[in-house]
């Protein structure tokens, strides 16, 4: 009787030290909502992240939603709808011309080049930018990084995109490959999968890269409104963290081991095509290594931005820009 006393009054003892520990480990748990400006293999990093349990680790559980569009993902973060917004840097800039009185930071760089391919019709053994000259070409749309860069490699080639081709903007972006695989356009400039999608099955041949091409840019980046960075500082490290391990971890292992790692967020994709993909993104450095973004990248965006007209005005990259966090958390 004894015996099972003590054994019964041992095991009250460790119920009463572990349960405050779990309740005070649950409350530790942050919730951060992030809305995505679109689902794709571009953002390998981020799923990594996800799948990793890299975000966990830091204590954040992360409920992600793709908005499916810059100016919707940007509309969920200023109106709290998101905590952080996964978006082209361009975008805090347009809402930073409007005035804002909480502008939307940029804190960690995931991708920084251009993610779209020129896909030709016909096969092109030896391309030559000269060759878009007269013909009809399928551009995104105005605005949007992709077509700035677009037409920003095109003049570099000395190439002016309303004098010498046929630019065909007004066509949805989810519509852009129908249109092109229907018989529209003699080049095309896509996004992944879609590029090696197209050559896979011949309807179309990859002949360059934009990203190659134009350089370095923060083309998408983990950005919040400045009053939750000021009211949640320790939420946005631990997030920034979880991400560098992300980009640490892609920038060391295969492309195959990646795709492995992200297919359950492309489940309609098959996986040696999501392999595919991420070996043509890493081989052309898309993928950010760190997340800083520096101010010679910030430059380069806002000179392709000023290049289209797009440009409501230049700021400066320590406005919109804070690098301290991810400084921080790379020591």
């Known amino acids: 009787m004894k015996k099972w006393f003590k054994a ?54 992360i409920e992600l939603t793709t908005a499916w569009g810059g100016d919707k993902t940007m509309t ?17 800039i347009y ?12 804190f960690a760089q995931l991708t920084q080049t251009d993610g779209t391919f020129l896909v030709s019709r016909e096969k092109i053994d030896n391309f030559s930018w000269d060759e878009l000259k007269g013909s009809t070409y399928l551009g995104q749309r ?22 010498d ?16 695989a229907s018989g529209t356009g003699d080049f095309v400039q896509l996004f992944e999968p879609q590029a090696s999608m197209f050559e896979k099955e011949g309807k179309g041949h990859i002949v360059a890269s934009f990203g190659t091409e134009s350089g370095h840019v923060p083309y998408t980046t ?16 631990k997030f920034t963290r979880a991400v560098y391990k992300a980009q640490k971890w ?25 392999e ?26 806002q000179a392709i931005m000023d290049e289209a007209g797009e440009l409501p005005k230049q700021v400066s990259h320590d406005t919109l820009v804070n690098t301290e966090v991810a400084g921080k958390v790379m020591k």
């Open 276 to 301: 595919t993909v991420v070996d043509r993104y890493k081989s052309q450095g898309s993928y950010a290594t760190d997340p800083i973004l520096d101010e010679e990248e910030w430059n380069n965006l």
């Open 142 to 163: 105005t605005g949007g990084m992709p077509q700035m860069v677009g037409e920003f490699v095109l003049k570099k080639h000395d190439i002016d995109p309303k004098q």
């Open 250 to 274: 892609v920038d060391s292992h295969s492309a195959k081991e990646t795709a492995e790692a992200i297919q359950e967020y492309f489940k309609d994709t098959d996986l040696a095509l999501i």
């Open 165 to 180: 081709l046929k630019m065909i903007q007004n066509i949805d972006y989810a519509n852009i490959p129908n249109a092109f």
């Open 222 to 237: 983990f950005m919040a409104k400045q009053s939750y960075m000021k009211e949640n500082p320790e939420t946005i490290e």
């Open 8 to 61: 019964a009054f041992a095991l009250f003892l460790v119920a009463i030290l572990i349960i405050p520990l779990a309740a005070c480990s649950q409350d530790k748990v942050q919730t951060v909502k992030v809305a995505e400006v679109t689902r794709s293999i571009f953002y390998a990093p981020q799923y990594v992240a996800l799948a990793k349990g890299f975000f966990e680790e830091e204590g954040l559980k």
């Open 95 to 106: 809402v930073y011309a409007q005035d804002s009185n909480d502008p939307v930071i940029n």
């Open 76 to 92: 969920a973060v200023l109106s709290n709808a998101a905590d952080v917004a996964l978006v082209g840097s361009e975008t805090s």
